[in-house]
């Protein structure tokens, strides 16, 4: 086994040694059959440098790299949040029945343009109440004649009262001159007394006429006023959003029929965690506002809740959309930005800045080898990475291809991006 094997390898070695023999000889040729020309002293020396030659590694590395510079500019960096948000109307109304009873009628439907104080929306039991004031009406009538009946009854008793006044005095008369009993002056003296009782009696009695006629008209006001609140009207201007309940059905005091939201005033709302609370001030903290796409621009912060809730450690934050596109309405969705802080710096693009050795560099390119500038890095803004120390303002550095250079690395600008 050991002598096969011996065979085995010296054939290998003989047979790679004859294959080597006629390469070469095969290159010899072909040299020799190639014309003469002015580079195939070139060529040769290339072939030979491939072979080995002991100057080739550091020829390869002289190569340069094809970079592409981008100049640092001055721009804004924002220490900013963005989250999602709604839109919803700043004023609207759920408009319930004031008089609770079946719906007579709806005179509005979805979408309806609605005027304040001026569009009927709906009425209830409009039969019932009408028949009310008309009940209402008529006791007021009786009650007026009671009082009339009080008076005449009054005028009576007063008659009465003046003929025994005086039949009580002619009585006294007789009495002093003797010519009349006291037990007939005693009955005549009784007679007066009750008749200026009837007349107190007739005055109480009038007294509580004219009471139950000034209830009488409480009456009918409360009447015609449950009249009048059968019939609704808008509270607001605006348009009917929801109609939540059809004729017939019985509307009781609190049950919303419609929701009317005025359009013309909206707000957006979000919220935002509990560690920005402090760096957000109404009216002064700014907020950028989108809608699909649409660009609503930047407003301020019109309210800020005044407490964090306790389950999401979240508080609430709204901004007014005043005259808004017809394309943004209550419930689409926002995309909020709530801007805290706001200072001008020297953005590079974020891709030109590379950790190196752990600290953060960016490379510039000097006499065509790039150059090693350690940097310090702030905010990112639309793409860009603010540069704090390390870097003025117009200096052009690598924005790509800064991932296969070092420090004296040879470079070829490819151009120079447009920020």
């Known amino acids: 086994m050991k002598i096969r094997k011996m065979k085995t390898y010296q054939i290998e070695f003989f047979t ?42 550091p020829k390869a590395m002289q190569r340069s790299t094809p970079v592409v510079l981008a100049e640092a500019r001055a721009m804004s960096f924002e220490r900013s949040i963005t989250v999602s948000g709604s839109i919803q109307a700043k004023r609207f109304a759920l408009v319930s029945a004031r008089v609770p009873g079946t719906l007579d009628a709806v005179f509005v439907d979805e979408g309806d343009v609605i005027e304040a104080n001026k ?47 005086n039949d009580l005095r002619r009585s006294q008369e007789l009495l002093g001159k003797n010519a009349m009993a006291i037990q007939e002056v005693e009955k005549v003296e009784s007679q007066y007394k009750q008749c ?18 000034e209830q009488a008209k409480l009456n009918v006001t409360i009447a015609e006023k449950d009249m009048a609140d059968s019939l609704v009207v808008s509270p607001i201007c ?12 019985m509307a009781g005091a609190g049950t919303a029929v419609l929701r009317i939201e ?13 560690e920005y609370y402090a760096e957000v001030i109404p009216n002064q903290t700014a907020m950028r506002v989108r809608v699909g796409d649409t660009d609503l621009e930047t407003r301020m912060v019109s309210y800020k809740s005044p407490t964090v809730t306790h389950q999401l450690r979240t508080f609430k934050v709204e901004g007014l959309i005043e005259s808004p596109p017809p394309c943004v ?5 926002a995309e909020v930005t709530i801007v805290t802080d706001r200072r001008e710096g020297i953005g590079v693009p974020a891709e030109a800045v590379q950790n190196r050795a752990g600290h953060s560099v960016v490379f510039a390119v000097q006499g065509e080898r790039a150059v090693e500038i350690e940097v310090e890095t702030g905010r990112h803004a639309e793409g860009q990475l603010e540069i704090v120390r390390g870097l003025d303002v117009g200096t052009a550095v690598v924005a790509m291809g800064q991932t296969l250079i070092e420090n004296g690395s040879p470079v070829s600008i490819v151009q120079e991006q447009s920020l």
């Not at 005025?262 to 509990?274: G, H, K, T, W």
């Open 329 to 333: 309405v209550p419930g689409c969705l």
């Open 238 to 249: 605006g348009r009917v959003s929801e109609r939540l309940c059809e004729p017939g059905e």
């Open 196 to 213: 200026e009782a009837d007349v107190k009696h007739v005055r109480a009695l009038i007294d509580l006429a004219t009471a139950q006629w």
């Open 16 to 57: 790679a040694a004859i294959v080597i023999v006629l390469v070469v000889g095969g290159l010899a040729y072909s040299f020799a059959s190639m014309p003469p020309s002015d580079d195939s002293s070139d060529d040769i020396e290339l072939l030979l440098d491939r072979a080995g030659s002991a100057d080739s590694t």
């Open 119 to 165: 569009t009927e929306l709906f009425q209830t039991d409009s039969v019932k109440l009408s028949k009310a004031v008309a009940i209402a009406r008529q006791e007021l009538t009786v009650s007026q004649c009671a009082v009339q009946e009080k008076q005449a009854m009054f005028e009576k008793s007063a008659a009465v009262k003046q003929q025994a006044e």
């Open 262 to 274: 005025d359009l013309s005033l909206l707000e957006v709302s979000v919220y935002l965690p509990a």
